[in-house]
């Protein structure tokens, strides 16, 4: 009560004084409102007693930056740990995939080989005959890349999935 008391008596103080000190004419209200608050709260503020408190040592600040910096730390190595596991299931995907469509690999690399000069085929053909010759083996030859694309786009989703089984089966044991 005595906290709440004071607290009233110096917010209407504080606004009294501003009030007289900025306004030029203060009219008998707001005296009237604020001499009887400002008496109330300071008889109370005055004459009532605070509570007794048992003092209770506080930490020092020593330890309390201590246990602050290792919850930082502990925070930290715990979004490392994820961090980490991350980076290991992302890796393990690019190694199995590597190591799965290695045959894709080269055939795309030799699709593309074709692709280049059936290209140049078609922009050097000087009649229709080999240029429709030469649209053709490209349609081919795209349409084996899109498949084989397909295919590699597959392993790679399998190889995630690997992944995330290998990195919840490595969790699970520790």
Not at 14 to 23: D, K, Q, R, W
Not at 40 to 67: C, D, Q, W
Not at 155 to 169: G, T, V
Request: hydrophobic share 45%; net charge positive.
């Amino acid at each position: 009560m005595r906290i709440k008391a004071a607290f009233v008596f110096f917010l209407t103080a504080l606004l009294y004084g501003v009030t007289l000190a900025s306004v030029s004419y203060v009219g008998v209200y707001l005296t009237y409102v604020a001499l009887p608050i400002l008496v109330i709260s300071g008889y109370i503020m005055v004459f009532t007693r605070a509570k007794a408190k048992v003092e209770v040592k506080p930490p020092s600040l020593l330890v309390e930056s201590m246990g602050a910096v290792s919850g930082l730390l502990g925070d930290f190595g715990d979004a490392m740990d994820g961090v980490s596991n991350d980076l290991a299931r992302i890796n393990r995907k690019n190694e199995l995939q590597k190591q799965r469509t290695e045959k894709e690999r080269a055939a795309e690399g030799q699709l593309r080989l074709r692709r280049v000069e059936w290209d140049v085929h078609l922009r050097y053909a000087n009649s229709e005959e080999e240029k429709l010759r030469a649209r053709t083996e490209l349609a081919a030859v795209d349409e084996q890349l899109a498949t084989l694309r397909e295919a590699m786009r597959a392993i790679e989703k399998q190889c995630e999935i690997d992944a995330i089984q290998e990195l919840h089966a490595r969790l699970s044991k520790t």
